[in-house]
């Protein structure tokens, strides 16, 4: 999946698919190629996964951060300014 969301991303530049009304408020675009609509719906059903993945990975992150500053001297406020 994440090769599909690569190509859909970079599918204006590489190949000028999107509709100029896409963006903000404009009408929903058509797909004449049937690739095309497949890679779109594809990418739609994963973007929400996508999207939970980035905020658990950085929260682990995040807390992982957090646990190894103080062995390195940082105080609580640093580690809070940081952020």
Request: aromatic share 18%.
């Amino acid at each position: 999946m994440i090769v599909l969301m690569a190509l859909d991303h970079a599918n204006y530049i590489v190949a000028l698919r999107h509709s100029s009304c896409e963006y903000w408020g404009g009408y929903f675009p058509v797909y004449g190629d049937p690739l095309a609509f497949i890679n779109r719906f594809a990418t739609q059903l994963c973007a929400p996964g996508f999207f939970f993945l980035m905020g658990v990975l950085m929260g682990v992150g995040m807390l992982l951060f957090v646990e190894s500053r103080p062995e390195k001297g940082w105080s609580r406020w640093q580690i809070m300014r940081h952020f």
